[in-house]
């Protein structure tokens, strides 16, 4: 499987970002997905997590109420829809997909992405 992400940028405290996360699989409902960041000289960090049929959400306590993860299964994406962007959640954004972790808030994914840079200015 091979991940594309995409949607990355320079934007204002308190801005919107819309990430995607394309997949090459046409089977992705069989992978449960998430996002990772690594902010500049720190270790990769959970993000946000969706389960295999969209049912299940989980999200990192620091962008709860700010982030949106969701999946269109057909499309073969997952988005991170973020909002009220801080100067803190700047870092290269990841995807990950699993179908054997049973902790997904670990970052032991079978398949990342490149990554997409989030700059956010104060």
């Known amino acids: 499987v091979q991940l594309q992400a995409s949607g990355g940028g320079l934007v204002q405290a308190g801005g919107s970002l819309r990430l995607s996360c394309a997949a090459s699989?046409?089977?992705?409902?069989?992978?449960?997905m998430a996002w990772f960041r690594q902010p500049p000289g720190k270790e990769r960090e959970f993000v946000a997590t969706i389960s295999w049929d969209g049912k299940n959400t989980y999200y990192a306590d620091s962008v709860k109420g700010r982030f949106t993860i969701s999946r269109d299964n057909t499309r073969s994406t997952v988005n991170l829809q973020m909002n009220s962007l801080k100067p803190e959640d700047t870092a290269l954004y990841l995807c990950?997909?699993?179908?054997?972790?049973?902790?997904?808030?670990?970052?032991?994914?079978?398949?990342w992405g490149q990554g997409t840079l989030v700059t956010v200015s104060s």
């Open positions: 990950g997909a699993t179908r054997t972790l049973a902790d997904l808030t670990l970052g032991g994914y079978e398949y």
């Open positions: 699989t046409r089977t992705l409902s069989r992978y449960d």
